[in-house]
């Protein structure tokens, strides 16, 4: 083979080998973008209030004491402070917490991430969250700085009284 043909081959062989480098480029940024922006992503729960005929003083409740849309959703977004709810129904301890947490939730609905989880209802997408974070008692509020870190993670109530959302609050206050 002369010289000429040796500089053609490797002019085809280099052109072959750029060929697939920008054929895996665009595969790659196809599906980061997929990734990225196709795949739905979790939404916060939403339109929180009280569920009607709750108690607070006894375990008569058969209803799950907040209500709202998303209520299923089972992440966080990234860069996002979040606040995991665990709760029963038919927990006079749960109904109160609820009470605080719905009570604060329109100050803080655009700052935090809330996710609700009902652990006689617990949806695929919460339970990894039932895996890490809770711990049998209920109810438990699992608190995530916008970085990921668990700044909170205790069961029982936040306030010694009904309707004391103090603690609660100043908690909510330091995840943003």
């Not at 665009?26 to 929180?48: K, N």
């Not at 058969?62 to 038919?90: C, K, M, Y």
Request: overall charge positive; aromatic content about 10%.
């Amino acid at each position: 083979m002369n010289r000429l043909e040796k500089a053609s081959v490797n002019y085809l062989r280099c052109s072959q080998a750029k060929m697939v480098f920008v054929t895996l480029a665009w595969a790659l940024a196809l599906l980061a973008h997929l990734t990225i922006f196709g795949v739905p992503r979790a939404r916060a729960a939403s339109d929180l209030s009280l569920a009607p005929n709750l108690s607070f003083d006894d375990d008569s409740s058969p209803n799950f004491p907040i209500q709202g849309r998303n209520i299923s959703d089972g992440q966080g977004l990234p860069g996002e402070a979040t606040v995991i709810f665990f709760g029963t129904s038919n927990c006079w301890n749960t109904a109160r917490e609820a009470e605080r947490l719905v009570k604060l939730y329109p100050q803080f609905r655009n700052r935090l991430h809330f996710v609700i989880v009902d652990l006689r209802q617990v949806s695929s997408a919460q339970q990894p969250l039932v895996s890490h974070y809770y711990y049998g008692y209920i109810p438990t509020i699992t608190a995530l700085s916008s970085d990921g870190k668990v700044i909170y993670n205790r069961a029982g109530e936040t306030g010694m009284i009904r309707g004391d959302t103090s603690n609660l609050q100043r908690l909510l206050n330091s995840l943003h």
